[in-house]
């Protein structure tokens, strides 16, 4: 937790907050902080600034919190995902939300397993709390909106290309011949598939909305690997 991520809740006053749980057990045990410490803290969907601890008990903690500074720039490139295995959701989510990725959308796809879509990590304070996590992670303060669409064709032919308006769509995709680089743009929307790959039909059908194939290189890829090469391609850190 690189980052104490503070919710409207939290405050008593409009300069002080109070912790309890999971926050107020970090910042004792791994930030071994003292009352006049100063600590990173934000505002969640607002602005970064530094907490300073006025009382700090086994019960709670207190800091005068003062937030002025903007959140850090988001990532160009939006994550259009097939939905990963439910082990493997948590992560992908939490890294998605560390690289800056602001709106990631889950897509069945014919590889999917239709169990993956009964996940209870799909419920929406699940996924609120692997977001929080990330942002906890890169400090940053502003939630990715994420959406399900369970259908893939509904979603390739009738949401797809509301998404793509001003910007390149590009499908990391390891079996089609097309160039490592994708074409220059100032935001993207990326499509990643699951870890077998989109099948031919998918592909044609996002390639037939606009979107250009991106080879990663030879090897096939887990999910976070893809995403992470494929956002620093497009985006580099």
């Known amino acids: 937790m690189n980052l104490i991520l503070l919710f409207e809740d939290d405050y008593f006053k409009p300069d002080m907050v ?47 919190v003062c937030c002025d500074q903007p959140a850090p720039s988001p990532s160009c490139v939006e994550l259009v995902l097939a939905l990963p295995r439910p082990k493997v959701l948590k992560r992908t989510l939490i890294t998605a939300t560390t ?15 239709k169990s993956f879509w009964q996940t209870p990590l799909l419920a ?7 977001l929080v996590e990330g942002l906890e992670q890169c400090c940053d303060t502003v939630l990715p909106q994420v959406d399900c669409y369970p259908l893939f064709k509904p979603y390739a032919e009738d949401v797809l290309p509301g998404q793509l308006v001003g910007k390149q769509g590009v499908v990391a995709h390891p ?21 077998g790959g ?3 039909y998918e592909v044609n059908l996002l390639l037939g909305q606009g979107m250009v194939p991106l080879v990663l290189g030879s090897r096939i890829l887990k999910v976070e690997a893809a995403m992470t090469s494929a956002v620093a391609r497009l985006s580099p850190f």
């Not at 079996?175 to 870890?195: F, K, M, N, Q, W």
Request: hydrophobic share 35%; with cysteine.
């Open 18 to 64: 109070c912790l309890t749980g999971r926050r107020r057990c970090h910042v004792d045990q791994v930030h071994r902080a003292s009352v006049g410490d100063r600590l990173r803290v934000g505002q969640l969907n607002g602005k970064l600034g530094t907490g300073t601890i006025t009382e700090l008990t086994d019960q709670k903690l207190v800091m005068k």
């Open 99 to 113: 690289l800056g990725i602001k709106r990631i959308t889950l897509i069945n796809s014919w590889r999917v397993e």
């Open 124 to 130: 929406p304070e699940r996924i609120r709390e692997f």
């Open 175 to 195: 079996h089609v011949e097309a160039p490592h680089t994708a074409p220059v743009s100032d935001r993207y929307v990326l499509a990643i598939g699951p870890e």
């Open 198 to 200: 989109f099948i031919p």
